[in-house]
């Protein structure tokens, strides 16, 4: 089972599919210094997550929600960040390889890395079928 987990609050439930809203702390988020360092960042973060067992659930309800493996989590890593940092620097590179200039290089390693984040969202449906959330019931 999943290291890291999330607490959030189900906002909707549509038959197998329970929408959680999540409150999430960057990695630093409980380091003694956040507070003068000016890093730490919070988000909130809405997550559908796929059960046969959302009638077992409430809107309102106080849930952790985690994803099903780690290889999941190094997948989204990968695929948010890695990735579009690859595009970004081999365009940035070979466009300047080719002789074009520094701000020509620059609009196209950003067109590209828009290119991709568009790429992916197009194939959102797919992604989502590879990366799995579970939901948990918090015990009082």
């Known amino acids: 089972m999943a290291d890291i987990k999330h607490t959030g609050e189900i906002v ?3 038959g197998d599919c329970i ?4 409150t999430v702390n960057s990695a630093c988020g409980s380091c003694q210094a956040k507070a003068v360092c000016g890093a730490s960042e919070t988000a909130e973060k809405i997550v559908e997550v796929h059960t046969s067992a959302a009638n077992e659930f409430t809107v309102g309800e106080s849930v ?3 994803l099903l ?3 999941m989590g190094a997948k989204s890593v990968v695929l948010a960040y890695v ?7 081999l365009l940035l590179i070979g466009t300047i390889a080719v002789g074009a200039s520094e701000g020509v290089a ?3 390693a950003l067109g590209g890395v828009a290119a991709y984040y568009l ?3 197009l194939l959102r449906d ?3 079928d590879t990366i799995k959330f579970i939901i948990i019931k918090q015990t009082k």
């Open 12 to 14: 909707r439930i549509d």
């Open 19 to 22: 929408t959680v809203r999540m």
């Open 64 to 66: 952790e929600v985690a």
């Open 69 to 71: 493996s780690r290889s």
């Open 83 to 89: 990735v579009p940092f690859f595009v970004l620097t």
């Open 106 to 108: 620059v609009v196209a």
């Open 119 to 121: 790429l992916l969202h």
């Open 126 to 128: 797919k992604v989502k």
